[in-house]
T-cell receptor, first 115, second 113 residues
Framework: AQSVTQPDIHITVSEGASLELRCNYS??????LFWYVQSPGQGLQLLLK??????LVQGIKGFEAEFKRSQSSFNLRKPSVHWSDAAEYFC?????????????FGTGTRLKVLA | DTGVSQNPRHKITKRGQNVTFRCDPI?????LYWYRQTLGQGPEFLTY????????KSRLLSDRFSAERPKGSFSTLEIQRTEQGDSAMYLC???????????FGDGTRLSIL
């Protein structure tokens, strides 16, 4: 069955420190992978996407993610975190074989940034 | 690009009442999705429209739920005889084409008293 696992429910980092949020997926077909960010009471904003090609993808707000097929992972990174990055982050896989391209989301990682 | 618009933003109702939410997708997007998000969880897929055709419904969508997309433009999600377990954020998303990401609205938060 398709699934997305975000093993870290909460992460706390100091402002200026580097960040890595983990995401593992289980999907037999070609994965379309996404990272979204959600601020409290708001919808989801797309940070970056992977469809094919270069396995290191750049996104908005200085985020990047690396697709590793051998590890079924798509970890999100940022070299220097800003206080405004505090939010909840969701990894998702788009089901390309279903025809609908619906998403399966992980349970999210809540990021707290210390001043 | 005005983004995906959802109304209302918040809805408080008594158990047993009917509620209806509206989603206006990005104008050129032919694909429209509804998701439900409960506290501490990621969004879960409910249903999908391509133009006006509803092509998939999740098992989460009980008989009390119905969704429409007349004329392939805006969509409505109706919940009849609401229950406590229906309390959640209902998110709408739209996309254009098979390899384009979904754009989400800010959601409608439903609270059942």
């Amino acid at each position: 069955a398709q699934s997305v696992t975000q093993p870290d429910i909460h992460i706390t980092v100091s402002e200026g420190a580097s960040l890595e949020l983990r995401c593992n997926y289980s999907y037999g077909a070609t994965p379309y992978l996404f990272w979204y960010v959600q601020s409290p009471g708001q919808g989801l904003q797309l940070l970056l996407k992977y469809f094919s090609g270069d396995t290191l993808v750049q996104g908005i707000k200085g985020f990047e993610a690396e697709f590793k097929r051998s590890q079924s992972s798509f970890n999100l990174r940022k070299p220097s975190v800003h206080w405004s990055d505090a939010a909840e982050y969701f990894c998702a896989v788009g089901l390309s074989a279903s025809g609908t391209y619906k998403y399966i989301f992980g349970t999210g990682t809540r990021l707290k940034v210390l001043a | 690009d005005t983004g995906v618009s959802q109304n209302p933003r918040h809805k408080i109702t008594k158990r047993g009442q009917n509620v209806t939410f509206r989603c206006d997708p990005i104008s050129e997007h032919n694909r429209l999705y509804w998701y439900r998000q409960t506290l501490g969880q990621g969004p879960e897929f409910l249903t999908y429209f391509q133009n006006e055709a509803q092509l998939e419904k999740s098992r989460l969508l009980s008989d009390r739920f119905s969704a429409e997309r007349p004329k392939g433009s805006f969509s409505t999600l109706e919940i009849q005889r609401t229950e406590q377990g229906d309390s959640a954020m209902y998110l709408c998303a739209s996309s254009q084409g098979t390899n384009q990401p979904q754009h989400f609205g800010d959601g409608t938060r439903l609270s059942i008293l």
